[in-house]
Each structure stands twice: as C-alpha cells, then as structure tokens.
C-alpha cells in the first residue's frame, strides 16, 4: 500500500506524535492529525510502485488474477455482502440493555468497486438497530476527495433507522477535516471521546479513539485509561492495536475493524495476510477474547488494493447484547 522510501521503523518514527503537550483539545488534534497525514501521503506514492518491490508484486498478482476467471469471481465475491447477527453475553449489562441492539459497520471504503455503494446502501435497507457504530476507513484511498463519501454517508444516515444515532470513528485511510462534515451529517465522530447512554436509571460508556494504528497518541491512550462510574464500556477502534490495553482498562467490548479479515484467505478461512503488528493475529477477524474483554473484528464492507475476496465476505454485523450472570462465551479465541 504505501512506497516507503525509509525503512519501516524510521517511517513509524517519521509517523510519531510531537512532543508532550501539542494535543489538548480537537483544534489542536486536528493540527497534529494534519501533520502527521502529510507525512502519510508523502509516502503513499503510486507513480513509485514500479521500482517498489511491494507494487510490482501487487501488479503482478492482479495480472495473474484477471487472466483467469478467478478476478471476476473475486469480484463478485467482495459485492456478496451479508449480515451476520451475534448474541453476545455479559455477565455485567445492566438489564435495561437487555437486547440493546448495535449494528457495527466497518471499511466501507466507498467507490472502491463499481456498484458496491448502491450494494451497500440496499443491504442496509429496512435495517433497525438502537444505535449504528462505524469503525473507520469511510473512502478508498487516502488520497481520495471526500464529496463521494460524504454523499454515500448522507444515505447511509437516512437509510439506517437508528434509536439512539450514528457513532464513529477515523482510519487510517481517513483524514482529519472529515470529522466535522460527519458530524453535520449526523454521524457523531469521537475523537479520543466518550458518551453515556441512558436507560432508565442505567448508564452504558461508549469511548472512541482515534486511529491507533498510524495516529497513536498520548490523548488516545489518556482516554483509554481515564476512570469510568458506568459499569458496562464498549471501545471503538479502527483497529485492534490496543486490544491489551483495553482489556487492562476494564472495556467489556472491542468493536474494530481494519483487517476486512483478511479480504483473501485459504479456504478454511484464515486470512493470509492482516495488516497487523505481530501478536494479534487471533484480533484479525470475527470475535475473540482478550483477558475478560470480548472483542468483535469486522471483515468490513469494501476492498482495497487488490478489489477482490476469496473465501471471505464483506459483512453488516448485528450485535445484540444480552445479559447473562453465567456468561461464558463459547468458540471464542484468547
């Protein structure tokens, strides 16, 4: 994806936050954000992909796909969206949130395949949750304008019949200045923030962060670890960079994405490749357990790079949450 002309470990050092103190509100977010987006893009330089080893092997693979039918089919497999609906349990769910209902939608990556807009938009008709989460990555390229996403998420907003509104928050493909016309459109975008909701005379905290993957920050982890009176936390991530740190923390659930699971796997499933850092394999799709947390990691619903998936299908997930004084969640992996 990226033409990194440093090595990876300097490119993350070129990626690293200011020093202590630049980032105390979301003006000044925003201008660190901005800084560290122009380092990005100054590294993701397609024209440099035929003398980049990464881009060659890219071309490569899409040469040998669309001379066979395999590129069609993996087409036509990245379209297939489907809506997995999970009863997840937890021991801790106060009972007015018995069968709180949260439709988790991830990667949309909008215009990242022909047709997969009107294809999304369709699967989320007639949908009805008490509240939408989206975990980033809203267009296909970081490069990308953000009319066209804008656009589709206005849809989005008017298509999902949604209680208590729309929460999300930023990828790595996303950038700063998106946040406010997000906002405006009536997707409340959480910076490094929280919300409380209310059921009768119970409380659920919901915090969001910010990119950890390429934008991890001091104030991102200051949020993860501030103290919180609600005894039920839900966490929404990109990515599941900080699934140990959250699991520290207290959270009950880890809603992410990032992975699109692997978008081509082996037949059994496994994705070949993640996108994550060593030791988080078992965060790279579907749902999974970090100490007492239980995590959910989405396949998402777009593609990128290569605009294909084999033996993996873009998903809606539907979460409803149960309480349970036993909860015991099963065929779940630590």
């Known amino acids: 994806m990226f033409n990194i002309k440093l090595r990876s470990r300097e490119f993350f050092a070129a990626l690293a936050e200011s ?3 630049v980032v ?6 925003r201008q660190e954000r901005e800084r560290r987006e122009k380092i990005l893009v100054h590294h993701f330089d397609p024209s440099g992909w035929d003398d980049n080893w990464f881009g060659n092997s890219l071309k490569g693979l899409q040469a040998i796909l669309k001379k066979s039918a395999l590129y069609d089919r993996g087409i036509q497999n990245a379209l297939n969206i489907q809506v997995v609906s999970e009863e997840l349990f937890f021991p801790n769910l ?13 990667d ?12 999304i938009i369709q699967t989320l008709d007639n949908q009805e949750c008490d509240l939408c989460v989206i975990t980033g990555d809203f267009r296909a390229s970081i490069l990308d304008s953000h009319d066209h996403l804008l656009t589709q998420m206005k849809r989005v907003v008017n298509t999902v019949a949604a209680r208590d509104g729309f929460l999300a928050v930023l990828g790595n493909h996303d950038a700063a200045d998106m946040a406010e016309p997000l906002d405006e459109l009536g997707c409340r975008v959480l910076i490094n923030a929280r919300v409380i909701l209310r059921r009768q005379d119970a409380a659920m905290h919901i915090l969001g962060l910010d990119d950890t993957h390429f934008f991890p920050s001091r104030m991102a982890m200051a949020a993860l670890a501030a ?22 923390n207290g959270f009950d659930l880890y809603l992410c994405g990032h992975t699109h699971g692997g978008q081509i796997c082996w037949p ?10 060593d030791g988080l394999f078992h965060h790279s799709h579907g749902l999974w357990r970090q100490g007492s947390m239980l995590g959910r990691t989405s396949n998402g619903l777009g593609a990128s790079l290569v605009p294909v998936r084999f033996f993996n299908r873009p998903e809606i997930v539907r979460i409803v949450l149960r309480k349970r004084l036993d909860a015991v969640p099963q065929d779940v992996v630590s």
């Open 94 to 106: 106060p009972e007015a949130f018995d069968g709180y209902t949260i439709l988790h939608l991830s």
């Open 227 to 248: 103290p919180r009176q609600e005894n039920f936390s839900i966490l929404l991530v990109h990515s599941p960079d900080v699934a140990q740190a959250a699991a520290r």
């Open 268 to 277: 059994t499933g496994t994705p070949i490749l993640t996108g994550l850092r």
């Open 24 to 29: 105390r509100c979301r003006r000044s977010w």
């Open 19 to 21: 020093p202590p103190g």
């Open 108 to 119: 949309l990556h909008f215009g990242s395949l022909p047709q997969v807009d009107d294809i």
